[in-house]
Antibody, heavy 114, light 112 residues
Framework: EVKLVESGGGLVLPGASLKLSCIVSGFTFSDYWMRWVRQAPGKGLEFIGEIKPDGSKTNYAPSMKGRFTISRDNAKNTLYLQMSSVRSEDTATYYC???????WGQGTLVTVSS | DVVMTQTPVSLSLAIGQPASISCKSSQSLLGTSGKTFLNWILQRPGQSPKRLIYQVSKLYSEVPDRFSGSGSETEFTLKISRVEAEDLGVYYCWQGTHFPWTFGGGTKLELK
């Protein structure tokens, strides 16, 4: 069974940094592009970025470039999203997804507030 | 970025009725490979999104055949032949032809 489990969300102060994790199982992690998507409360889905199977290349949506960094550790079956200088507009549930959004995690909620 | 526009925003139907959701893109989604990367996902209440259809009309193996997808270039449709209770939620189209990948605003299917 394919499983993706995000963690690392919570309440953070504006301007802070945060690192989200996504631990996967049930498939060969190192074979797949992995992607991050976020969903603000009551809103639609917004693509953040993606990382190549071997971790050698990342691509980001232009609106996300600069403050978000995606990385992975294939030995640990784990995908990461480093968020920096967070602001209130970053409040959302953050999802990791396998490949072409074939499987999604349950999401982790990040709330940016003072 | 390619803008994906879905209509209607919400749909209220009784069990057993047919449903139709439109998705229009601001650019043609026909890729240089000859494939059209228009896809559909469903987000049930309180859940994460789940895959439904890829490349316009191909159903994932676990998706019931009451779902169908059609369209080309910039206009696409998701149809449900007879709505069932488990079909309730928000449907999103998304495109994988032009980076960055973009999602439609969603269509909420509710029970009448």
């Amino acid at each position: 069974e394919v499983k993706l489990v995000e963690s690392g969300g919570g309440l953070v102060l504006p301007g802070a940094s945060l690192k989200l994790s996504c631990i996967v199982s049930g498939f060969t992690f190192s074979d797949y592009w992995m992607r991050w998507v976020r969903q603000a409360p009551g809103k639609g889905l917004e693509f953040i970025g993606e990382i190549k199977p071997d971790g050698s290349k990342t691509n980001y949506a232009p609106s996300m470039k600069g403050r978000f960094t995606i990385s992975r550790d294939n030995a640990k079956n784990t995908l990461y999203l480093q968020m920096s200088s967070v602001r209130s507009e970053d409040t959302a549930t953050y999802y990791c997804a396998q490949g072409w959004f074939a499987y999604w995690g349950q999401g982790t909620l990040v709330t940016v507030s003072s | 970025d390619v803008v994906m526009t879905q209509t209607p925003v919400s749909l209220s139907l009784a069990i057993g009725q047919p449903a139709s959701i439109s998705c229009k893109s601001s650019q043609s989604l026909l890729g240089t490979s000859g494939k059209t990367f228009l896809n559909w996902i469903l987000q049930r209440p309180g859940q994460s999104p789940k895959r439904l259809i890829y490349q316009v009309s191909k159903l994932y193996s676990e998706v019931p055949d009451r779902f169908s997808g059609s369209g080309s270039e910039t206009e696409f449709t998701l149809k449900i032949s007879r709505v069932e209770a488990e079909d309730l939620g928000v449907y999103y189209c998304w495109q994988g032809t032009h980076f960055p990948w973009t999602f439609g605003g969603g269509t909420k299917l509710e029970l009448k």
